[in-house]
């Protein structure tokens, strides 16, 4: 069974930092980029950070470039997002997604898993 389960949202104080995690199972961790979107209320779904299947290439959207930091560790199958200096924006349910293949790309068709979602809160 594939399990892509997202973890370590909460509620913080804008400035505050949270880091989520993104654990895989039931696939070829190795064979997928992997992404994070997020969604808040009342918003569409977009894209906020990948990661190839190299780690060699990282993106970000232009609202969290150097605040939000993606890695990701094979030998665990784990994904992770740094999220630092939090702002009340960023508050919204975050999600991460695998998509085969070499590279990310920031269209969420073209997914093939799909976490959960943890929620991530920030307060002004």
């Known amino acids: 069974e594939v399990q892509l389960q997202a973890s370590g949202g909460g509620l913080v104080q804008a400035g505050r930092s949270l880091r989520l995690s993104c654990a895989a199972s039931?696939?070829?961790?190795?064979?997928?980029?992997i992404g994070w979107f997020r969604q808040a209320p009342g918003k569409e779904r977009e894209g906020v950070s990948c990661?190839?299947?190299?780690?060699?290439?990282?993106y970000y959207i232009g609202r969290v470039k150097g605040r939000f930091t993606i890695s990701r560790d094979n030998a665990k199958n784990t994904v992770y997002l740094q999220m630092n200096s939090l702002q009340p924006e960023d508050t919204a349910v975050y999600y991460c997604?695998?998509?085969?293949?070499?590279?990310?790309?920031?269209?969420?068709?073209?997914?093939?898993?799909w976490g959960s979602g943890t929620q991530v809160t920030v307060s002004s």
């Open positions: 997604a695998a998509v085969s293949g070499w590279l990310c790309t920031d269209h969420d068709f073209e997914y093939d898993y």
């Open positions: 990661i190839d299947r190299s780690l060699d290439s990282q």
């Open positions: 039931g696939f070829t961790f190795d064979d997928y980029a």
